[in-house]
């Protein structure tokens, strides 16, 4: 990009809308634990276009909205399910990217889960959702799209 | 799916996706002479290729050494743009120039850096390289391997049935190349 000036190697160059994300499935709890990192840019460019907010995310001005408006977005965005709750957790806000953490309690004896990943869809046409399921056995991994935005997942519990 | 299946499917779409067309470009600029009775050259060079950018892509992903993205980002179309220039010459004209493996190999590197830039944007800190960087490179290899394989027929379909000589589809080519890459070089001014 034009005038843009390199600092660092650990700049991202953002010509893709992808996003990839870690679910953990706690078979003594039932708990969905999930990481989710998202370009921080893209983020704030949501919350502007669905909420009308300047977020200023991570930074001293940041809008007190923020986290429960994207608890909001991604608990309509995010779905598993048989889910019987959506946990905020938190988030960590880079320069690049924002990592956005959350649970999701389904019932203990789940062994495959239908998630639906529609996140940033409503921003981008190409947008691509990464999302790595991790249990006991191992792990499963799918991929969202706009044609596919959903997926089943089976749990390994042993 | 799992991990390793994703990441072939990644590393092939990265490649073979017309969206991102600078490295199809340059794969048409390195191989537009060639038909496939060139095969043996063709593999020199297809080798030189991958070596070099799998030595960057695995050094940048395993965060050994990283230039910044958009010095990257420029560079690649400027291996199209001196691919394309060469091309003029008597050597770039040749379907078994040594010079033009050497540049498959040189500019190989440059993006095998680019590879990794998204490679970075899908992978986890957790990720490991069997399971994720292994297979997103063999992605990329077969990804790659095609649309050689689709510039040769489009370049036989040509030359047989429209009797365009392998020479004119290479300045042709060189044309368009160096005119789509210059406009993405000046679009990425680091």
């Known amino acids: ?158 | 799916m799992n991990e390793f299946t994703l990441y072939l499917r990644l590393g092939f779409e990265h490649i073979a996706d017309i969206r991102a067309f600078d490295h199809i470009l340059f794969l048409l600029t390195l191989t537009a002479i060639a038909r496939f009775k060139h095969w043996k050259w063709l593999i020199w060079m297809v080798t030189a290729f991958t070596l070099c950018h799998t030595l960057t892509l695995i050094m940048a992903g395993l965060n050994i050494y990283r230039p910044p993205a958009s010095w990257i980002e420029f560079l690649i179309p400027v291996t199209i743009l001196v691919t394309a220039l060469f091309n003029l010459t008597k050597a770039g004209m040749d379907p078994g120039s040594r010079a033009k493996v050497f540049m498959a190999g040189v500019f190989g590197l440059v993006h095998g850096f680019g590879f990794s830039n998204y490679y970075r944007m899908i992978v986890l800190d957790s990720s490991d390289i069997w399971t994720s960087l292994l297979p997103f490179t063999v992605g990329i290899e077969l990804g790659q391997l095609l649309i050689v394989l689709i510039i040769l027929l489009i370049g036989a379909l040509l030359e047989f049935v429209f009797k365009v000589k392998p020479r004119d589809w290479n300045l042709f080519t060189s044309g368009v190349a160096f005119g789509l890459a210059l406009y993405l070089a000046m679009n990425n001014w680091p």
């Open chain 1, 1 to 158: 990009m034009v005038g843009n000036l390199p600092l660092s190697g650990d700049e991202i160059r953002h010509d893709y809308f992808v996003s990839v994300a870690e679910a953990e499935f706690d078979p003594s709890t039932g708990r969905v634990k999930v990481a989710m990192k998202l370009f921080t840019d893209d983020l704030e460019a949501m919350l502007k276009k669905n909420f009308d907010v300047a977020p200023y995310l991570g930074g001293p001005n940041e809008d007190g909205r923020v986290d429960s408006l994207l608890t909001n977005y991604l608990s309509t965005r995010f779905r598993i399910k048989g889910e019987t709750e959506f946990q905020w957790v938190g988030k960590e806000v880079n320069p690049d990217a924002t990592w956005l953490y959350f649970t999701i309690q389904m019932d203990r004896n789940t062994t495959e889960i239908t998630i639906t990943h529609s996140v940033f869809f409503d921003m981008f046409e190409d947008q691509v959702n990464i999302l790595h399921l991790r249990g006991v056995g191992g792990t499963s991994s799918a991929y969202f799209n706009k044609e596919k935005p959903q997926q089943i997942l089976t749990i390994r519990h042993e």
